[in-house]
């Protein structure tokens, strides 16, 4: 049940970016005989809503053509990322699906020096090269409508927002939308905002998720948006926790 006290919102999209992504890998598939397809996540699927919603995709595609792919997850850091990906190509297989791909310096030249291979990368709209298909996501929209419901459902008009660094378009996209929609239902509420700022590890530190959640708490932030990956799945819990000791 949904209450005033106590709804923490860490929002993500499964039926949309499945639904496109599922879209995007038939068209590049075109025959399943031909495909051998990769996916390489940051982080585990199940800790991750937006890994969770490109595992969807995946499964539709599945299910759709027959054509299996190999799924792999790994840390938050280009010393296992890249290497990963590397093995991938080295193996044969294509389309490889990238997620949060703007995170690494080494990708564009990795591309450029594989043209055989096909790169889906999501979230990234900014690549123009022939064997590459990226998109991103009206990110904002969806953001709108958590800031409206923070607003209305925050006794203290105290909302929370974390987000990794304000260097990825995609996070401000989040920021600018969730903002919005609090001032669109009520003009006082405050937007207590947070930010993880940029390091190696910066998509899976836990106890800094979780140190964030309790600064805010006592800061008295009712309802939170957490737009940081892996982060989320650690701060909105820790949040809840902490609101609960304070009760």
């Known amino acids: ?3 005033r006290q106590n ?13 496109w992504l599922f879209l995007t ?3 590049l598939i075109g025959s399943p005989g031909w495909a051998k397809p990769a996916v390489v996540y940051i982080g585990k699927v199940k800790d991750n809503p937006y890994n969770q919603s490109i595992h969807i995709g995946i499964q539709k595609i599945e299910q759709k053509t027959g054509c299996h792919s190999l799924e792999i997850e790994t840390p938050s850091n280009a ?9 991938c190509i080295s193996e044969g297989y294509s389309p490889i699906i990238l997620s949060y791909s703007h995170q690494f310096r080494e990708l564009m030249e990795i591309i450029d020096n594989h043209k055989e291979t096909n790169f889906i990368l999501l979230d990234n709209g900014e690549v123009d090269k022939a064997n590459v298909y990226s998109f991103v996501f009206e990110d904002q929209e969806g953001s709108f409508m958590a800031g409206a419901l923070a607003a209305l ?14 260097k990825y378009p995609v996070l401000l996209r989040f920021r600018a939308g969730y903002i919005h929609g609090c001032q669109a239902v009520d003009p006082t509420v405050k937007v207590l905002e947070t930010q993880l700022e940029d390091y190696p590890e910066i998509w899976g530190d836990a106890a800094k998720s979780r140190k964030l959640a309790a600064d805010m708490i006592s ?8 737009a940081a990956g892996f982060e989320g799945c650690c701060y909105c819990p820790a ?3 902490n609101r609960q000791k304070r009760c």
Request: with cysteine; aromatic share 18%; proline share 4%.
């Open 219 to 226: 800061r008295g932030q009712m309802s939170c948006f957490a």
């Open 153 to 166: 459902m925050s006794k203290s008009k105290i909302v929370g927002f974390l987000y990794t660094s304000g």
């Open 7 to 19: 709804t923490l919102f860490q929002l993500h999209f499964p039926v949309v970016k499945g639904f």
């Open 25 to 27: 890998m038939c068209f």
């Open 79 to 87: 010393f296992k990322y890249i290497p990963t990906l590397l093995q």
């Open 239 to 241: 949040t809840y926790k």
């Open 1 to 3: 049940m949904l209450t």
